[in-house]
């Protein structure tokens, strides 16, 4: 099994900053991909950013230029470098991973989420 646990999250002013971090563990053969979304109350769940193996990264439209997914393939662990925060980007913020934990066996992995809120 694997798991994902973020960390980071917490109260900031808009335009502030947050650095979000996601450590995998458990019986990890192969990392694919790893990716961050976000789920604000009453809304549904959407991509934030993701990066690859090769570290290609994806970005939501509302978040390109202030947010930077990055990887240390190393240690296993994901971050989101949250920059010129806004009040729209509060929210639970979930890591997710796509990983090989033998050399067959594939699957999708979510993390509890960490709550992030950008309020004066």
């Known amino acids: 099994q694997v798991q994902l646990m973020e960390s980071g999250g917490g109260l900031v002013q808009p335009g502030g900053s947050l650095r979000l971090s996601c450590v995998a563990s458990?019986?990890?053969?192969?990392?694919?991909?790893l990716g961050w979304y976000r789920r604000a109350p009453g809304d549904q769940r959407e991509l934030v950013a993701t990066i690859n193996a090769g570290h290609a990264t994806d970005y939501a439209d509302s978040v390109k230029g202030r947010f930077t997914i990055s990887r240390d393939n190393a240690r296993n662990t994901l971050y989101l470098q949250m920059n010129s925060l806004k009040a729209e980007d509060t929210a639970v913020y979930y890591c997710?991973?796509?990983?090989?934990?033998?050399?067959?066996?594939?699957?999708?992995?979510w993390g509890q989420g960490t709550q992030v809120t950008v309020s004066s």
């Open positions: 997710t991973g796509r990983i090989y934990t033998t050399p067959r066996q594939l699957d999708d992995y």
């Open positions: 458990g019986s990890i053969f192969h990392i694919v991909s």
